[in-house]
């Protein structure tokens, strides 16, 4: 078996163009899988959009042999929650262990800066997906139907 180079870092604006690929290619096919036939706003964002969240937000990027392959982003709350959007992988590197590895590095860093509850949103019916994040410890806290198809709110807690 081959071995990989592997990394999962903090984002930075030089990593802006292959965000916005690894961010559309993974939300088509979330679109797709999903059920989704509204547009989503994950698939309409610009360079700017993605340069503001590094600057605002705790942007991660995994690499596996010096390629971009996966990217999330978390915004920290002054309340001691977070909350966890735009989590993509590449589809040649799905099921690779490229998502694990992104959490793991987001849950070090929630916990490094006091976060208690972690949130985020998926679509309900992307049975993989919600199977996913069940295995990293994320629950389901509520559902909506605010974007026209049923969304679940996530919750992770650390200790």
């Known amino acids: 078996m ?7 870092r903090k984002a930075t604006i030089e990593d802006i163009p292959e965000i916005q690929k690894i961010t559309n290619e993974a939300f088509k096919k979330y679109v797709e899988l999903a059920g989704i036939t509204d547009e989503i706003a994950a698939l309409n964002e610009t360079y700017e959009d993605i340069k503001k969240d590094i600057e605002t937000k705790e942007v991660f990027v995994a690499y596996i042999d010096g390629v971009p392959v996966g990217s999330a982003r978390v915004e920290v709350f002054p309340d001691g929650t977070a909350y966890f959007s735009r989590f993509g992988v590449r589809l040649n590197y799905q099921n690779r262990g490229v998502g694990k590895a992104i959490i793991n590095v987001v849950d070090m860093a929630m916990k ?42 996530l919750c992770k807690e650390y200790d």
């Open 112 to 153: 490094e800066l006091g976060v208690k509850k972690l949130y985020l949103h998926t679509a309900s019916k992307f049975f993989s997906l919600i199977r996913f994040y069940y295995g990293r410890k994320f629950y389901i806290e509520s559902t909506s139907t605010d974007r026209g198809y049923i969304r679940a709110l």
């Open 2 to 8: 081959a071995s990989w180079k592997f990394e999962v």
